[in-house]
C-alpha cells in the first residue's frame, strides 16, 4: 500500500510529459484514452513466395512454423523485415462505454481500424522523437554467445532494449526518483529495477499474461510494450 502510494507519488512528479507519450483518442467517446500496452509484431518475408507478413500470423503446427501464404516451411533464422504495432490496450478516460477496449490495425469495427491508423500507430512509432533529455545508461554489451542475437537486432547498448517510448518514459521515472530522499528512494530504485525488464522489447506478448525468458537475452518476435504508469 505504502510502496503504491509511492509510486503514484512518483508519477505525479514525472507528470504530464509522461502522461502524453500513452495519451490516445477513444473511438466511441472522441475523449482521451491512456494507452496499457501496444503491441509489436516483427514482419518477414517468405523467400519462396516472396511474401511478407507479420510474425504474428505465421502458420504453427506443432513446432513447425510456415509461411502464412504457400505455407512453406520458414528456416529457423528467419529474416526480418522491420516491424510494426499491431494492436493497443486502452482505458477511456470518460465515463463512456468503450472503457477498457483494444483495437487492432485491421480491427473488424472501422471506427476502432481508423483509430488506429490515425492516433496510436503515430503515437507508438513517433518518428520526429528525440532522444531523451534525461540520463539513461548506454552501457555495452559484451560480445559473447549471448549477446549474438541481440548484436543481429542492432541492440549494442542496455538502452536498446526499449521502445524509444518507454526509454524516454523510464528515463524521465529515474530522474523523478531522484527528487526522494532516503528509504523512499531505495524503494522506488528497487520497484524501478524490478520492473525493467517487463517494460523492454523482451516482454513477450502471449494472450492470457506475458512474460519473458529472464536469462537470455532474448527479443520475441511478437512483443508488448507496457506504460509503466500501469
Ligand atoms: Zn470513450
Ligand atoms: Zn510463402
Not at 491512456?34 to 510474425?55: E, G, I, K, N, P
Not at 506443432?62 to 529457423?76: A, I, M, N
Not at 490495425?105 to 483509430?115: E, R, T
Amino acid at each position: 500500500e505504502r510502496i503504491k502510494h509511492l509510486y503514484s507519488k512518483l508519477l505525479g512528479r514525472a507528470g504530464d510529459q509522461l502522461e502524453a507519450l500513452y495519451t490516445t483518442v477513444c473511438h466511441h467517446c472522441g475523449g482521451p484514452a491512456d494507452t496499457r500496452f501496444t503491441v509489436t509484431s516483427d514482419r518477414y518475408r517468405c523467400q519462396q513466395c516472396r511474401h511478407s507478413f507479420l510474425a504474428e500470423d505465421v502458420v504453427t503446427r506443432k513446432t513447425k512454423k510456415s509461411c502464412p501464404r504457400c505455407l512453406e516451411r520458414l528456416p529457423h533464422r528467419r529474416t526480418r523485415e522491420g516491424q510494426m504495432p499491431v494492436e493497443i490496450s486502452a482505458r477511456c478516460r470518460g465515463k463512456c462505454p468503450a472503457g477498457l477496449f483494444r483495437r487492432r490495425y485491421d480491427d473488424p469495427n472501422p471506427a476502432a481500424k481508423a483509430a488506429f491508423y490515425q492516433f496510436d500507430l503515430p503515437l507508438a512509432t513517433n518518428p520526429g522523437r528525440k532522444a531523451p533529455d534525461y540520463w539513461f545508461p548506454t552501457n555495452r554489451f559484451p560480445s559473447g554467445l549471448k549477446s549474438a542475437e541481440l548484436f543481429k537486432r542492432g541492440i549494442f547498448g542496455v538502452h536498446q532494449l526499449f521502445s524509444p517510448r518507454n526509454l524516454h518514459a523510464l528515463a524521465k521515472l529515474r530522474t523523478g526518483i531522484d527528487s526522494f530522499e532516503g528509504n523512499d528512494r531505495d524503494v522506488l530504485l528497487l520497484i524501478f529495477t524490478g520492473a525493467l525488464m517487463s517494460l523492454s522489447l523482451k516482454a513477450q506478448h502471449l494472450e492470457n499474461g506475458g512474460g519473458y525468458l529472464p536469462a537470455m537475452y532474448y527479443v520475441p518476435p511478437v512483443r508488448k510494450e507496457r506504460n509503466p504508469a500501469y
